[in-house]
């Protein structure tokens, strides 16, 4: 739904990821291997997302020992520090439509979960059906749903496989015949 408002599902993983952590520092190939893009098309959104002010780059110097030997046959090794930038993007909390993008983010996880709950009653005939853990903020919770009925488990795990891709969370269940 928010590719369609946002013209980019790159961009939307990315909102979503800084949502979820919004005061974590993330380095362009990190956010590239946790939303599963390209890195040139992370660099891109990141850039168009600092262009409008939602992102800030951060710069951090570090010194790293570079050890350089003169010749193959010389023992001697010269130490040279050598002075890099690393670069690493946070939200901008004073971003003027900082707090709408994250009601807009929160919402469509909240319409992504009603729209996975309906799959799942679809698919199976239920006497109890709780949802836990990361559908109620609960993060560590060993289990996040727990299914007591008739399940068809080849058609719920395709439905939970899309919706973890979907979300980019895994989902712990626990399934209970009745």
Known sequence: ??????????????????????????????LAREIGSQLNSVRREIKNLIGIGALIEVKDATKILNEKKSSPSEKKISSVYIERLKKYYILNQNFLLYHELRALI????????????????????????????????????KTDMLLV?????????????????EMGQKVNYTIMSF
């Open 1 to 30: 739904m928010l590719e369609h408002i946002f013209g980019s599902k790159t961009r939307v993983k990315i909102f979503k990821i800084l949502y979820k952590n919004p005061k974590r520092n993330f380095y362009v190939r990190e």
């Open 106 to 141: 929160i919402k469509s996880k909240l319409f992504s979960e009603k729209n996975f709950i309906k799959k799942i009653q679809a698919i199976s005939n239920l006497n109890i059906f709780i949802l836990t853990g990361i559908f109620t903020g609960l993060e560590k919770a």
């Open 149 to 165: 009925g008739q399940v068809d488990k080849k058609k719920l795990l395709t439905v939970i496989l899309e919706f973890e891709k």
